[in-house]
């Protein structure tokens, strides 16, 4: 029979819908509603996995994202997803899981062998061994070790799914959809406040789905839980998010959530995202998120079959599968006794419940003894049989010496344990909250409130469904009080059944058998045992950070989740010390572990970050230009004509400019607006070079240093009235040099009756560089006389361009004739295209920002921040010149004056030119006195530049250089891999020193 | 992500909205040809870096594009006041134990 | 000291590992130390671990407030390099690097360090001028470092997304082979044992509450949470907590501590060969023994000492993973979490002597200190014994920003245009 595991009726399955989904390729059925642990457990199957260092069978353990054993990969579209937690996953019809973690096959693994071996590899082995010979680290034992390691596959190809992304905000968030979650939605909802409630789990209703006994106002849980749902549905101020895991608490109640859209369904809609990221900003947040329950420490504890006690009533009452058909209870808390009586309601045959308390409640005993279950009481499992599945427990009695007993062996084929319940306070921890521990309630809970926020019902260790509900409600109350100061009536809802449990177990039970030969597994996933935990202690971890790091437990998938009070517990024991002074490792997002395409978003290809394009775009990409990417800026690298490579392309871009002309796309440069009556004073202060005395319709090289005295920014200034300047930037340095002159403008000179604005973005501008650059603007100018007497070389006038405004700036970054014309920017396409089509009638050409570059290297121009690196001063740069020597300060004026800015042997800008005209300096490469200099022999300095000078009719390179100013005309070398290249230092300036070709 | 009010704005924004603009109330000083390597130094690079109550500036760069100052505790993040450039600096002690620090 | 060896673990596995001695001792301090050092991390340990070794000062104690290794020894990404560009910063590293290679084997402890290959990517034409000046540089001073074409980058790491149609398109790669990882607790650990087996007291949850100076300016001893501890010299090697210690003495300090974030993916097989750097798109990855993918993010804007950041910042670098990576974007985060991370002006370190007699400090070492633990170590315990700096650290002053003599890895990397 399909199913076997399959109660008869019961449950939240659909068993009208039959889904059929694979597990290693085995083909069986499951229900919708099912997850596949549920469903795999329907069909007999335990062993689902094996662990991370032993590679021993492992089974299901719990009903949660908590499971740290049933991790699985799943195949979607010809690829897999590794570690998902089979707890999770729901049936879809064709689901593929697989495995992981084992070689061949799940059922015989060759790493099992480590399970015999495990002697030799206790906690923290690696750190002993593998050191001899040295060289086999990284090449035998590393390799090795890797192998092994790991659990699932990695994907293999290219996620092609989309994620989305959303910002919300709120006025509580309920995070949790327990009892105490959904009434505080409910509390809060009817106040009016935005409430949010999401929970991880595909349905609302978090432990009271799996509680067939208790009764909320009259209701069966399942039912309320129903009703209150479709309450939330019908409030226009709350949104509902299941399958929605808040995973992350950030500074100042910033709440991420993941919310899986489609992973569930087996054909999804192509245009919904695989996941959805919420960023929600939530006045308050109750964290309502509930408490797990503890697995026990003994001897074989591991075994496939062994499952939390909870987990097995969630199996049964929720999706209608026992976990077996004899099955033994081993439990210090009450809470188990309801799932026995749950499985001997479904005909199960609970074979015993082995209670390590001396006396259990009276009434339990009764009920069980009603049932006719056995009873042990004092008795605690103390080893297990099965390798793939467990086939019996033995039981032990404890002495009051504290001794334990043998009490015989008891066939089984599954155990459900408790060793009580652990509230989850992560959520809190992340909040910064500092937990607290809890004497009566045996484990850590929230503290103070850091942030806004409150934990309710089994999150804060508060139990019973009755209290769990009322605390819900008044956290509900409280938040939506605090974020929008309103209350409201509500009639909270009465239970019956669903008592708090009593009774926990901390840490390693005992045992009668040999405490160094059995393994009592503490972290599941890491094979990490009490024995391991006591040799760290042993071995001189005192903190638990130190255990946890020295052992990994609690490093695991599930972070601890599952193992951290019970090590814990075994630390305070080996270190002889309480357990609030062992420490508590922190709590860390996110909550479950969450896939990077989620915070990932939309952020790929072109959204990975803005795409800035120029006016010219268009046209270049019509053209043939090739792009860099220089920022966030496109900008055009150089126009290849059919069969030339750059080197071709970028020669004849030269020549061509130099002989006729070119135009240039300058848009990206920076732009500020400089206005008011103290503007001329204030750029006198934020630049080396003086203002004051500049005309309107002239221009003037600035420089820019910061107050350390170092080059940070360079650019041409036009001044168009006397309070009103046009003032450009590097491509790079706009934002920054924009946000210094603001800091300097409003926090040290506020004084200064100065405004400005950034005009990047509202100017384009167009370089027509070269002889002909007169004649290919005059057409399309109205009201500025261009020739060169009433406007000569750095000149800035206001006109017309085809009609249209624009500042026409005569300046050159080239050495020739050139006007940069800025029209506003909605014009620039239009000024480009004109211009292009002009210059073609002069046989001139588009150029891009190589031939910029050499352009201005032939002249000896500097560029910032490749021919100056931050340690630059304008001395070095040979600028001098551009210092305003009466200024009494400027920025940057006494940071020049610093011993090692004056200091003999700086680094200083010079040309180089070598020996053999037609080799090429590499950019970067590092300049020696001596030829062939030792290694570790201190650079005299490096090339900063180097190109092929068509005008020169051969390679150039400028370079910064030790004393560089008084090395002209000597030799230096530039050593290479391939030998030394001889090099005569030069000036900087190779083409047209004197600068005629600028003043025509 | 922090939540900042801006003085100027007199709105509550997401921090990506603003920029750190470092320690509050270092000076330039007003004669710079009159200070001492160290005293340029100190104005230079030499910050309380608090661990506790700071005051630092921030700029509203995706708003009004002004500078403001911020009391903050740099262990919890939470922000104690936020003032004008204008303003003079909070008593930091008092606004300390309000935050029951 | 039992030393460690596969026979000895095998020895241990017939008693059931319950022979294994402390690794350290938890001593109670005494009334007075030759050294103390303020701050058990990596770099505090390796010092006091070579004061020892290599000085002959053993009566030497290394005080803790938390537990040893705790800080950014124990939340960083491991990264091994030390391709810089200043002769002075390559010296430092490569001094480490030196030191790294048959670290196991001196301290008897495997620390892991695996040089599977540091590759710093270019994007941008910029980007490729640094990179071959680093190289350039790197191989006049002996450090090794070498150019790879985006198809021999892919080569070397198969998961690189290489296409065109990236926004920033790898335009090609420094790998540095000797660069790699290592394991950054048993870096902490081993110095432990090495330096509490040659008398060095390791005194953890040992908060330093003040720095005693007598009259003529000296230092006398430290105020400790388990009382008054006298010395005539103290190393502070705290890290992001520096200024707050430097200031016990009257010390102003250049830095400014801002959070660090890093995380790691849930561990899956071999995946990631080697170790991946992107400045210019804040990326850093490599995979750890244990299978999780080891990712580093930038740091957030503002100082704190939360040792948490924001989730924009996290997001960006996973953006960047995710485009450089684009199969990685299926994986999982398990963990994420912050660092303080004390950064310098220049962003570089400062190993150094002070005003105050007596007092030494290494610190600044901003995000990428763990890489330099054994070279800061060592030179700092030069130091700190004879009073002066080696040759080594002898840049790395305070007084350089003063001078304005800057060791400046930042400006190095201006952006361009």
């Known amino acids: 029979m399909s199913q076997p595991f399959r109660t008869e009726k019961g449950g939240r399955i659909d068993r009208g819908q039959q889904l059929t989904f694979t597990f290693d390729g085995e083909e069986m059925q499951g229900h919708k509603g099912d997850t596949l642990a549920s469903a795999l457990l329907a069909n007999g199957v335990h062993l689902v996995g094996r662990s991370f260092k032993y590679h021993r069978p492992r089974g299901i353990v719990t009903a949660g994202s908590e499971e740290p054993n049933a991790l699985v990969g799943v195949y979607r579209k010809g690829d897999q997803t590794p570690n998902l937690r089979a707890t999770q996953v729901e049936v879809y019809q064709g689901l593929e899981a697989i495995s992981q973690n084992r070689f061949p096959s799940l059922g015989f693994d060759v790493g099992a062998v480590n399970d015999l071996l495990s002697p030799l590899f206790p906690a923290g082995f690696y750190y002993k061994t593998f050191m001899w010979p040295k060289a086999f680290w990284d090449r035998v034992y590393e390799p090795v070790i890797r192998a092994a390691a790991g659990l699932g596959k990695p994907p293999k190809n290219p996620d092609h799914d989309t994620y989305g992304n959303i910002y919300a905000h709120c006025d509580v968030l309920v995070a949790g959809s327990g009892p105490a979650g959904l009434a505080a939605a409910v509390a809060a909802a009817e106040t009016g406040a935005k409430v949010i409630l999401c929970d991880e789990q595909a349905e609302f209703g978090g432990s ?7 009764t909320i106002d009259g209701k069966p849980p399942a039912e309320w839980v129903r009703d209150t749902i479709v309450k939330l549905q019908g409030m226009d101020n709350v949104t509902l998010l299941s399958r929605t895991t808040a995973f992350g608490y950030f500074a100042h109640n910033y709440i991420a959530l993941a919310e899986r859209v489609t992973e569930h369904v087996s054909d999804p809609d192509p245009k919904l995202p695989r996941e959805r990221l919420w960023q929600v900003r939530a006045k308050e947040v109750v964290i309502a998120s509930g408490a797990i329950e503890r697995p026990m420490v003994f001897p074989e504890n591991d075994r496939p079959g062994i499952l939390l006690a909870d987990a097995g009533r969630t199996y049964l009452n929720r999706y209608g599968v026992k976990v077996g058909n004899k099955v033994l209870i081993a439990t210090a808390c009450d809470t188990a006794w309801q799932a026995a009586f749950d499985l001997a309601d479904h005909g199960v045959d609970v074979v015993a419940i082995a209670d390590l308390r001396e006396t259990p409640p009276e009434n339990l005993v009764a009920i069980a003894q009603a049932r006719g279950i056995r009873v042990e009481a004092g008795c605690v499992v103390t080893g297990t049989l099965g390798r793939k599945r467990v086939k019996a427990a033995l039981l032990g009695r404890l002495m009051t010496s504290g001794q334990v007993a043998s009490a015989g062996q008891v066939a089984c084929d599954a155990i459900l344990m408790s060793g009580g319940w652990t509230p989850t306070v992560s959520l809190y921890s992340q909040s910064r909250g500092k937990v607290v521990w809890d004497e009566t309630v045996g484990a850590y809970v929230p503290g103070k409130s850091v942030q806004h926020e409150r934990s309710a019902g089994a999150a804060k260790g508060l139990y019973g469904l009755q209290a769990t509900l009322e605390d819900g409600y008044a956290a509900g109350e409280a938040a939506a009080k605090a974020a929008i100061g309103k209350e409201a009536k509500v009639t909270y809802a009465a239970a019956s059944g669903g008592e708090a449990g009593q009774g926990a177990v901390l840490g390693a039970l005992p045992h009668d058998r040999n405490a160094s030969r059995v393994k009592a597994f503490v972290d599941y996933q890491n094979d990490v045992t009490a024995k391991d935990i006591k040799l760290a202690a042993r071995e001189g971890m005192q903190s638990i950070e130190h255990i946890k790091r020295y052992t990994t437990t609690g490093m695991a998938t599930d972070q601890g989740r599952l193992s951290n009070m019970n090590a814990l517990s075994i630390a305070s024991g080996a270190l002889e010390k309480p357990i609030v002074d062992v420490g508590l490792t922190t709590f860390r997002l996110p909550y479950t572990p969450t896939t990077f395409g989620l915070f990932a978003g939309v952020a790929r290809g072109d959204h990975f970050d803005p795409v800035r394009k120029t006016p010219s775009h268009d046209w270049v990409v019509a053209n043939g230009g ?4 220089v920022g966030q800026w496109k900008r055009t690298w150089y126009f290849p004509k059919s069969g030339e490579d750059m080197h071709a392309a970028v020669a004849r871009e030269c020549a061509t400019v130099r002989e006729s002309v070119g135009l240039f796309d300058a848009s990206t440069l920076g732009k500020i607006e400089v206005v008011g009556p103290d503007a001329a ?51 790079g340095g706009a934002p920054s040099v924009f946000a210094t002159m603001e800091d300097y403008l409003q926090t040290e000179w506020p004084d200064l009756d100065v405004w400005i604005t950034s005009t990047t973005e509202q100017y384009a501008v167009a370089a027509v560089q070269g002889p002909k650059a007169r004649e290919v603007i005059a057409p399309f100018i109205e009201g500025i006389d261009l020739s060169a007497d009433p406007f000569p070389h750095m000149s800035v006038k206001e006109g017309t361009f085809c009609g249209v405004p624009c500042r026409l700036f005569r300046i050159s970054f080239t050495g020739e004739l050139g006007f940069e014309i800025n029209v506003p920017r909605r014009h620039g396409k239009m000024t480009w295209e004109t211009l292009a089509g002009e210059i073609e009638k002069h046989n001139g050409t588009a150029y891009g920002t190589e031939t910029m570059h050499v352009l201005r290297a032939e002249k000896g121009y500097i560029i910032v921040g490749q021919d100056t690196d931050g340690t630059v001063t304008p001395q070095d740069a040979g600028m001098s010149w551009a210092i305003g020597k009466k200024k009494h300060d400027f920025v940057g004026k006494r940071g020049l004056e610093r011993p090692d800015l004056v200091a003999e042997n700086r680094k200083q800008f010079v040309g180089l030119l070598t020996k053999d005209p037609k080799v090429k300096l590499e950019e970067g490469a590092q300049i020696t006195v001596a030829q062939n200099p030792a290694t570790g022999t201190p650079a ?5 530049s180097s190109y092929y000078s068509p005008a020169m009719g051969r390679t150039i390179a400028l370079a910064i250089v030790k004393n560089g100013h008084a090395l002209h005309g000597k030799s230096l070398y530039v050593p290479m891999p391939d030998g030394s290249i001889e090099v005569e230092v030069t000036s900087p300036i190779f083409f047209d020193k004197e600068g005629a070709r600028l003043n025509v | 992500m922090l939540l900042i009010y801006c003085p100027y704005c007199e709105v509550e924004r997401p921090e990506t909205e603003f920029h750190n603009g470092g320690e509050a109330h270092i000076a330039r000083p007003a004669d710079p040809s009159k200070t001492s390597d160290e005293e340029w130094a100190e104005f230079l690079y030499m910050r309380s870096n608090v661990k506790g109550i700071a005051v630092e500036r921030w700029r509203h760069i995706h708003g009004c594009g002004r500078f403001f100052n911020v009391v903050r505790d740099t262990v919890s993040d939470k922000i104690l006041k936020v003032y ?10 008092a606004l300390a134990k309000e935050a029951g620090r | 000291m039992k030393r460690y060896s596969f026979l000895e673990l095998a020895k241990n596995a017939f008693s059931a590992h319950q022979n294994w001695g402390r690794q350290w001792r938890a001593p109670e301090p005494k009334a007075e130390y030759d050294v103390v050092i303020i701050g058990a991390g990596g770099h ?19 005080l803790e407030k938390g537990w040893l290794g705790g800080g950014n020894t124990g939340r960083n990404t491991t990264i091994v390099r030390s391709n810089y560009l200043w002769e002075e910063s390559a010296a430092l590293y490569n001094h480490a690097i030196d030191l790294w290679d048959g670290l196991s084997q001196e301290l008897n402890y495997n620390v892991m360090y695996s040089a599977r290959g540091v590759m710093m990517l270019a994007h941008t034409v910029h980007d490729v001028q640094v990179a071959q000046r680093h190289i350039h540089a790197n191989r006049l001073a002996g450090v090794q470092n070498e150019w790879l074409t985006p198809e021999q980058a892919k080569e070397y790491c198969p998961p690189l997304n290489i296409s065109k149609d990236i926004r920033y398109p790898v335009m090609g790669a420094a790998l540095q ?21 040659m008398g060095v007291d390791i005194i953890q949850n040992c908060l330093v509450t003040g720095i005693k100076r007598g009259a003529d300016g000296a230092v006398e001893g430290v105020e400790t949470a388990k009382g008054f501890i006298k010395t005539k010299k103290v190393g502070v090697v705290a890290a992001g907590n520096t200024t707050n210690v430097m200031d016990m003495a009257g010390v102003r300090m250049p830095l400014e501590s801002y959070p660090l974030q890093a995380l790691v993916s849930e561990p899956v097989k071999p995946a990631f060969p080697c170790v991946v750097m992107s400045n210019t798109i804040h990326a850093y990855i490599s995979q750890s023994d244990k299978g999780e993918l080891v990712i580093g993010a930038g740091t957030d804007q503002f100082i704190s000492y939360s040792q948490t950041g924001g989730i924009h910042i996290t997001n960006h670098t996973i953006d960047a993973i995710c485009e450089l990576f684009p199969h990685f974007r299926r994986m999982r985060m398990l963990r994420n979490w912050g660092g303080i991370v004390d950064v310098t002006p220049d962003r570089s370190p400062i190993l150094s002597k002070t005003p105050v007699s007596g007092l030494y400090v290494n610190c600044g070492w901003g995000t990428g200190g763990f890489k ?31 001078t304005g003599r800057l060791i400046d890895e930042a400006a190095a990397a201006a952006v361009a245009h």
Do not use: Q
Not at chain 3, 179 to 194: K, L, Q
């Open chain 1, 208 to 214: 009271l789905l799996s509680d067939e006994n208790a």
């Open chain 1, 681 to 731: 004073e204030f750029l006198e202060r934020m630049y080396t070079n003086p203002w004051k005395k500049l005309a309107p319709g002239r221009c003037r090289y600035g420089l820019m240093l910061n107050d350390a005295g170092f080059i940070v920014d360079d650019g041409v200034i036009g001044r168009l009235a006397d309070d009103r300047f046009h003032v450009t930037t590097t491509t």
């Open chain 2, 84 to 93: 004008k450039v204008d303003d003079p600096m909070p008593d930091l002690e």
């Open chain 3, 372 to 402: 330099a633990t054994p070279g800061s170590g060592h030179v700092f315990a030069h130091t700190i014994a004879k009073d002066e700096p080696h040759s080594i650290n002898a840049p790395f002053t305070i007084d350089r920003f003063k």
């Open chain 3, 44 to 62: 505090g340990l390796a010092t006091a671990y070579y004061l020892a070794k290599e000085h002959g000062v053993r009566n030497v104690a290394v």
């Open chain 1, 626 to 629: 090739v792009y860099e990417d």
């Open chain 3, 177 to 197: 082979r000797v660069g790699g990882t290592a394991r950054h607790d048993a870096v902490a650990w081993g110095y432990a044992r090495g330096a509490d087996d």
């Open chain 1, 940 to 944: 005299e300095g490096h090339v900063t």
